[in-house]
């Protein structure tokens, strides 16, 4: 009897010990599951930030590509974008509003070294009213036309009066006579864009300068700059996948190798 119980005894423990491997193997296979799964996701993200950098830094090739054509200077351009990111960096406007601003007033007449004192208080003015990107778009279109009309019309002072500019009023102001005056020397052609630009871009300085530096310290105005921020690394570590990469021959092979199908 003592030795049957021993036997049983054994077995019964054989039977546990077994049972206990299974579930080690079992855990350990979870463990291998869950790390590959982990593995998996850890560098499906990583791909996917590294896509979106280089798109990214795609994106800004463009942009100097379009610079360098209004600029006609290579370097010039790359200095105004570099401009541009820190003026974005620190407003609650993104890249993407301001760089499209600049290029409308560039395509209108201003010149490289109006963009950023214009920009500041065409931004100022958008964030004063509340407009945020639609406000920088509206009042750059109506500029850009008086700039390259080369004189103050009726047409871009509606404009600007209806995103919320007194464009009248500040004309009037800076030349020392009253509205009604203003608006008969416009229609009789006898004031310039310049005396009314820079007219504008006095008054909305005197009106609504400081807004955006104002805003930046808001929780919204934070989050954007936090975003360009990002965005500002995205796009520079892009630019060195490109260049590590060497990805411009690359895909130029690629591109040739299907059009081989056609």
Avoid: C
């Avoid at 998996?40 to 610079?67: D, N, P, R, S, Y």
């Avoid at 920009?119 to 004063?128: L, R, S, W, Y």
């Avoid at 300068?209 to 965005?231: F, R, V, Y």
């Amino acid at each position: 009897d003592q030795l049957a119980n021993a036997q049983k005894g054994a077995a019964d423990a054989a039977a546990k010990a077994a049972r206990q491997n299974d579930k080690t193997k079992d855990s350990l296979d979870g463990i291998r599951t869950a790390s590959t799964l982990a593995a998996a996701a850890i560098a499906t993200a990583t791909a996917a930030m590294g896509l979106g950098a280089v798109k990214a830094a795609g994106k800004m090739e463009q942009l100097e590509i379009a610079f360098t054509t209004m600029l006609g200077n290579a370097e010039q351009a790359k200095t105004m974008l570099n401009d541009l990111q820190d003026f974005a960096q620190v407003t609650t406007f993104d890249l993407e509003s301001v760089t499209n601003g600049s290029r409308r007033l560039l395509a209108m007449g201003f010149s490289a070294e109006q963009i950023i004192p214009v920009m500041t208080a065409v931004g100022d003015a958008a964030a004063g009213l509340g407009m945020q990107a639609e406000g920088i778009y509206r009042i750059t279109l109506a500029m850009g036309q008086m700039a390259a009309k080369g004189k103050v019309s009726a047409e871009e002072i509606r404009q600007l009066a209806e995103a919320g500019i007194p464009a009248w009023k500040f004309i009037s102001e800076s030349l020392g006579i009253t509205i009604p005056e203003a608006m008969k020397r416009a229609e009789q052609s006898q004031i310039s864009a310049a005396q009314g630009l820079n007219a504008i871009v006095a008054g909305m300085n005197s009106k609504f300068g400081g807004m955006m530096e104002a805003q930046s310290h808001t929780i919204d105005g934070m989050w954007s700059n936090l975003m360009d921020g990002i965005s500002r690394t995205s796009i520079s570590v892009g630019k060195d996948i490109v260049e590590s990469f060497d990805l411009h021959k690359k895909l130029a092979k690629a591109m040739d190798f299907f059009d081989e199908f056609r």
